[in-house]
């Protein structure tokens, strides 16, 4: 069993940064970050994999988000820099448990996400 606590959302200019945090108990393995808009389908926005190695971005999002996770603090990050309104959504930390990593899986765990709303 994984539970997965996501923070640090908010209020953000266009052109800030934030960095949304997600508290992770029990054994993940790829884990990932999404967002839904309203009135949007979730996406897949970064992706890491089991062994914090490699990494993967939507097209939207490179070179502006970076995903990273701490294992001694169990804790994965993403740091979003040069915000913009279209980055305005809810943002969910997601962990899968099973082999296998990338945008394109199954997560099975899921928290209950955090607002971030960028002002142009």
């Known amino acids: 069993q994984v539970q997965l606590v996501e923070s640090g959302g908010g209020l953000v200019q266009a052109g800030g940064s934030l960095r949304l945090s997600c508290a992770v108990s029990?054994?993940?393995?790829?884990m990932a970050w999404f967002r839904q808009a309203p009135g949007k389908d979730r996406i897949c926005v970064a992706t890491?994999?089991?062994?914090?190695?490699?990494?993967d971005y939507a097209t939207s999002v490179k070179g502006r988000f970076t995903i990273s996770r701490d294992d001694a603090k169990n804790t994965l990050y993403l740091q979003m820099n040069d915000l913009k309104p279209e980055d305005t959504a809810r943002y969910y930390c997601?962990?899968?448990?099973?082999?296998?990593w990338g945008r394109g899986v199954e997560y099975n765990y899921w928290g209950q996400g955090t607002q971030v709303t960028v002002s142009s």
């Open positions: 890491i994999s089991p062994s914090n190695v490699y990494t």
């Open positions: 997601a962990a899968r448990t099973g082999a296998g």
């Open positions: 029990g054994r993940a393995r790829a």
